[in-house]
């Protein structure tokens, strides 16, 4: 029997870590449904990135995850799930392909506007700081950067994914209300025939960004070069200043496009978004939801010019914060002879 291999390879800011922690939170469940989390890891970043880099063969992870299906016996799992968002980051997938020699792979990528998608994942590269190119940039340089996220030329890389998997296993997903009326992690299962997992409840919203203000904060950060741990703590030390002193509970704007703007930007993908929705809807709009009012307010990617204006509201309560919670300690005295 040839199990199905099920590769969610994003895109980033569609709610995958809200499906991935679903995914986890339901390993047993999923167990008794026939379907394998290999690892029991909600992101399997480890294991592509190793295949990309030549440490792992896709023939020796295929092995090591059909190992891991056959130990479940006597419970028949005839399903495996791979996530990792980063996968869509690449731009010849042709050597996950090779799973194809192993599993009946089908792909589940999650579509977000671009003129959207642009806005959250600015913030998100200000958070975390994985990418010094992109860390520190304002939203206009990092506007000018967008060609290199070729991943959002949607028509292109669809295309890309059905010459490598075929097109009957290429499921796509749009991250829009109106076409996943009961949310993404719902439309994820029923794209994976998981839908019997939904009488668990969904996972909150999750990963959302900062307010425009923390983020123009954080922008200045030197944080990509601290270690993870110690980005970590800076990063929920800036959260907790946004929640408790500024407070923004709930999930922030990142409406940051003027309206002429954001029209120039989605034209730039407009063929490419209908000849997809063409080719794979039978309609002429990819997304159909309605762009934001003109008037529509923006947020303010601003902090104070003045020193004492920045120390007031951002400086000193972050140092607060992080002594507060603990993450600044002093050393232990030296022992006395």
Not at 24 to 32: G, K, Q, T
Not at 91 to 103: A, C, M, P, V
Not at 195 to 200: E, I, R, T
Request: aromatic content about 10%.
């Amino acid at each position: 029997m040839t199990r199905t291999l099920y590769l969610h390879i994003g895109t980033h800011r569609t709610a995958t870590t809200s499906i991935q922690r679903f995914l986890l939170r339901n390993f047993d469940a999923l167990i008794a449904e026939g379907c394998l989390l290999p690892f029991r890891k909600p992101r399997h970043f480890e294991m592509i990135n190793a295949i990309f880099a030549g440490q792992r063969t896709i023939a020796d992870a295929a092995a090591r995850m059909n190992e891991r299906a056959d130990s479940k016996a006597p419970v028949d799992i005839t399903k495996l799930v791979v996530s990792d968002e980063d996968i869509c980051m690449r731009k010849d997938l042709s050597l996950l392909g090779e799973f194809r020699e192993h599993f009946d792979v089908k792909v589940i990528y999650s579509l977000r506007r671009q003129d959207l998608w642009l806005e959250s994942w600015y913030f998100q590269n200000i958070k975390w700081q994985w990418n010094p190119a992109l860390s520190h940039c304002t939203f206009d340089e990092f506007l000018a950067r967008r060609d290199q996220f070729h991943w959002i030329h949607y028509d292109g890389y669809v295309r890309h994914l059905e010459e490598v998997f075929g097109a009957e296993n290429v499921a796509i997903n749009v991250f829009e209300k109106e076409q996943m009326p009961d949310g993404p992690v719902a439309a994820f299962c029923e794209a994976a025939g998981l839908q019997a997992l939904l009488g668990n409840g969904t996972e909150p919203h999750v990963n959302s960004s900062m307010s425009a203000a923390m983020a123009e904060f954080a922008r200045h950060l030197p944080m990509d070069e601290f270690p993870p741990a110690q980005r970590e703590l800076l990063r929920r030390a800036m959260e907790g200043v946004d929640r408790n002193v500024f407070g923004h509970t709930g999930k922030q704007s990142e409406r940051l496009m003027p309206p002429e703007l954001r029209q120039a930007i989605l034209s730039d993908y407009e063929a490419g978004n209908r000849a997809l929705a063409q080719r794979r809807f039978g309609r002429e709009a990819l997304f159909e939801q309605p762009l934001p009012a003109a008037d529509a307010p923006l947020a303010q990617l601003a902090i104070p010019q003045d020193s004492q204006g920045l120390i007031d509201q951002f400086v000193a309560p972050l140092l607060r914060q992080m002594v507060e919670k603990g993450m600044i300690t002093a050393p232990a005295a030296p022992k006395k002879g």
